[in-house]
Nanobody, 123 residues
Framework: QLQLVESGGGLVQPGGSLRLSCAAS????????IGWFRQAPGKEREGVSC????????NYADSVKGRFTISRDNGKNTVYLQMNSLKPEDTANYYC????????????????WGQGTQVTVSS
């Protein structure tokens, strides 16, 4: 499977910003949609955003619309998640995942996962 590595997490105050990165190894990167998911301690994993293989289609959870932006740079085999106006409820471990071509609402449809990067929003 495709190997994915997340980075960019950290501690930030409410209202602050972070940019997460998802870097992949393998020459099949251009054929995969990439999704971002998050999971807080004791909570279920939830979808945050997704971008199709050609970058023309993007999806966002209602809770992050207008605050988060997903983008991809296929030349660098990297997908980014720009997070602005962060709230305490955004605190979670953030994961990226890959599936062929198109986004899906079903987390089980994503076959390759990274190890996660922690985002903590607190005063």
């Amino acid at each position: 499977q495709l190997q994915l590595v997340e980075s960019g997490g950290g501690l930030v105050q409410p209202g602050g910003s972070l940019r997460l990165s998802c870097a992949a190894s393998g020459f099949t990167w251009d054929y995969h949609a990439i999704g971002w998911f998050r999971q807080a301690p004791g909570k279920e994993r939830e979808g945050v955003s997704c971008i199709s293989s050609n970058g023309e289609s993007t999806n966002y959870a209602d809770s992050v619309k207008g605050r988060f932006t997903i983008s991809r740079d296929n030349g660098k085999n990297t997908v980014y998640l720009q997070m602005n106006s962060l709230k305490p409820e955004d605190t979670a471990n953030y994961y990226c995942a890959a599936r062929r071509y198109y986004c899906s609402e079903n987390v089980a449809a994503f076959g390759s996962w990274g190890q996660g990067t922690q985002v903590t929003v607190s005063s």
